[in-house]
Every structure is written in structure tokens, then in C-alpha cells.
């Protein structure tokens, strides 16, 4: 089955930095890419996604890019504020509608 | 409605209890999920319900029983639970299964405590 390894799991950033957070699967069928925000105690809500067909999204200071033959994603938000700090989670669609979701980082930016 | 709803949000429960938690949906949506998610770990895919047939079941003990009375609701009834089954259960839908392509919008979840 599928596996989405993600780095790193924990990321401190200072207010206004940038922050990156790389996810790569397995399974070279898979072709829909979100990402995952989960405040504590909150549900996963979705910031951001990308299709197989596209290289690059962007969305406001989100940013996701894909890079197919070497099957890894990225997740790149700029200028961090502290209300960005949640864990992120990227994820994988593979056969049979499965989200495959990788570990998750949690980001802490710092006032 | 953009929202997927879970009831209840808390519940403490013994492990001779018997209790359900619902999942209300009104997207139009056709596909339904239960997940289970244990603290700083990422959502664990139990069931998933395709035009309200059970298309996916994750090996879930049978102390996990998943029902889906119509297109909106689901349910996921609960019985002879261990200690180790307390976690954050959540549901989820999306336009379609099987199709790979489609958001799943999350549910704020019931966080469940097994005593």
C-alpha cells in the first residue's frame, strides 16, 4: 500500500520567516495531494491541495509544489504568524478513495 | 451547510457500556468516513460508506459497529470497549468515493474516554 513520509516533525520558526514541510510517497498512482491544518482540539481542515497534473499551487502565503518522477510534495508558507502554529498533516490519495496522511509537523512560530 | 456535525463532542464510557456517536452531513455528499485519531498521531481510516453501502472496513474490531441509516447520517455504534479505544473519533465526507479526487471535510470529532 501506499506510505507518505513527512519532515520534519517539529518546526520552530521565528514570526515572519518562512516555513517548509516535505512529504514524499510511494505509490506512483496516487494523483491528489492536500494538506491538513489541525489546531489543538480542533478538527483537520483543509489550507491547501494539489492534482497529479499541476506542478505548483499557491494560495495567499500557502504554497504547495509537486514534483512527480521523484514523488515528493512540499508545503511552503511565508511570513509565518503565530496564528500559523498547528500541526500540519500532508496526505496521499491511493486506490480505493484511502487518504494516506503522513505523521505531521508541528509548526510553533514564534511572536 | 458546508459542515459535517458530530454528536456527541465528549463521552466517557465503561467497557460494558453500550453508546453511538452520529455524523450529520447535508453536502450532498456520497461518501462517509469514520476515523480514529490518537494524540499527535495523524487520522486512522476505520470505515468508509459509498452511496451508504459499507465499501471499506480497515479491519476494525467488531466492538466497532458502523451503520449508515441514509445519505446523511452515519453512525458508529460502540460496545465491550478497552481503555485503548479512547481517542478523538472523527467522520468525514466527500462528493464522491473510490474516486481519489475529492476533498473530505472533517467533523469537529467526539473525543471518547473509555474507562
Known amino acids: 500500500g501506499e506510505n507518505v513520509e513527512q519532515h520534519p516533525s517539529t518546526l520552530s520558526v521565528q514570526e515572519g520567516d518562512s516555513a517548509v514541510i516535505k512529504c514524499t510517497y510511494s505509490?506512483?498512482?496516487?494523483?491528489?495531494f492536500p494538506w491538513y491544518k489541525q489546531e489543538l482540539g480542533k478538527r483537520p481542515q483543509l489550507i491547501i491541495d494539489?492534482?497529479?497534473?499541476?506542478g505548483e499551487k499557491k494560495d495567499q502565503r500557502i504554497a504547495v509544489t509537486l514534483n512527480k518522477t521523484a514523488k515528493h510534495f512540499s508545503l511552503h508558507i511565508t511570513e509565518t504568524q503565530p496564528e500559523d502554529s498547528a500541526v500540519y498533516f500532508c496526505?496521499?490519495?491511493?486506490?480505493?478513495?484511502?487518504?494516506?496522511f503522513g505523521e505531521g509537523t508541528q509548526l510553533t512560530v514564534n511572536p | 451547510d458546508t459542515e459535517v456535525t458530530q454528536t456527541p463532542k465528549h463521552l466517557v464510557m465503561g467497557m460494558t457500556n453500550k453508546k453511538s456517536l452520529k455524523c450529520e452531513q447535508h453536502?450532498?455528499?456520497?461518501?462517509m468516513y469514520w476515523y480514529k485519531q490518537k494524540a499527535k498521531k495523524p487520522p486512522e481510516l476505520m470505515f468508509v460508506?459509498?452511496?451508504?453501502?459499507?465499501?471499506i472496513n480497515e479491519s476494525v474490531p467488531s466492538r466497532f459497529s458502523p451503520e449508515c441509516p441514509n445519505s446523511s447520517l452515519l453512525n458508529l455504534h460502540l460496545h465491550a470497549l478497552q481503555p485503548e479505544d479512547s481517542a478523538l473519533y472523527l467522520c468525514?465526507?466527500?462528493?464522491?468515493?473510490?474516486?481519489?479526487?475529492?476533498?473530505?471535510?472533517f467533523g469537529p470529532g467526539t473525543r471518547l474516554t473509555v474507562l
Open positions: 496526505a496521499a490519495y491511493t486506490s480505493g478513495s484511502r487518504l494516506t
Open positions: 494539489i492534482r497529479s497534473n499541476v
Open positions: 505509490d506512483s498512482a496516487s494523483n491528489y
Open positions: 468525514a465526507s466527500s462528493q464522491e468515493a473510490l474516486a481519489g479526487r475529492d476533498e473530505q471535510f
Open positions: 460508506y459509498s452511496y451508504e453501502k459499507l465499501s
Open positions: 453536502m450532498g455528499h456520497r461518501a
